[in-house]
């Protein structure tokens, strides 16, 4: 098994719809991590958590939420879904000190139609 | 938001030839890292240098670490087709409390 899992890898929506991606780990970390990636834009983050009880926003979070169900669960929200979110999405744990980099998930494909 | 900056954006070598890479970011860090992507897929952690190192090598991979200049470089040696992905750097900021800032990537391509 992977050491992050996301689902679903593909998924078309539409405009308006909620959607949730879903995000799980094995690394055993506590901090995880939603990215968002878009040609010629490269990574953004949406959220990160440094814990079970600590939720942050990162640069983009306008549209999103997330939530962190346990250690190893952290899933993002599309409320709402729009043409402009369509994008590929990454989740990635790391621990505390960073120093093993971090774990990336195989993405998401989101298409909002 | 503060970005490392990967030069150049595209690169197209033989297989065999070596590949480098540079990144140069804009404050006084803790850690610079370097990861692949494939095809889209899940980036790939490489390796990482932290500030007070110079040079770190793993494999076929050598990444040196210029603090005055702010900038880093990632070789790769006698590459292969398998090594054609998109690689980017990816900078803790000394207190930002550890996240990534991440570059744009510097797309590799190696022939066959």
């Known amino acids: 098994d992977a050491d992050v899992t996301q689902t679903p890898r593909n998924r078309i929506t539409k405009t308006g719809k909620r959607i949730m991606l879903e995000c799980s780990q094995t690394?055993?970390?506590?901090?995880m991590y939603w990215y968002r990636q878009d040609p010629g834009l490269g990574l953004r983050l949406i959220y990160y958590?440094?814990?079970?009880?600590?939720?942050n926003k990162g640069e983009i979070s306008d549209g999103y939420s997330v939530s962190r169900q346990a250690q190893a669960k952290f899933s993002l929200s599309l409320e709402s879904a729009i043409p402009n979110q369509t994008a590929l999405y990454f989740c990635?744990?790391?621990?505390?000190?960073?120093?093993?980099?971090?774990?990336f998930g195989s993405g998401t494909r989101l298409t909002v139609v | 938001s503060q970005q490392g900056e990967e030069d150049p954006q595209a690169l197209s070598i033989q297989e065999g030839e070596n590949a480098t890479m540079n990144c140069s970011y804009k404050?006084?860090?803790?850690?610079l890292q370097w990861y692949r992507q494939n095809s889209g897929r899940g980036l790939v952690h490489l390796i990482l240098?932290?500030?007070n190192e110079r040079e770190k090598h793993s494999g076929r991979l050598r990444v040196t670490l210029d603090t005055s200049k702010k900038s880093s470089s990632l070789l790769i040696t006698a590459s292969r087709a398998a090594d054609t992905a998109s690689y980017f750097c990816?900078?803790?900021?000394?207190?930002?409390?550890?996240?990534?800032?991440w570059g744009l990537g510097t797309s590799l391509a190696v022939n066959p």
């Open positions: 990816a900078t803790v900021f000394a207190g930002n409390n550890r996240k990534l800032i």
């Open positions: 990635a744990t790391s621990d505390y000190t960073g120093g093993d980099g971090y774990t």
């Open positions: 404050t006084s860090i803790n850690n």
């Open positions: 958590s440094f814990d079970v009880k600590d939720i």
């Open positions: 240098i932290r500030s």
């Open positions: 690394k055993g970390h506590d901090r």
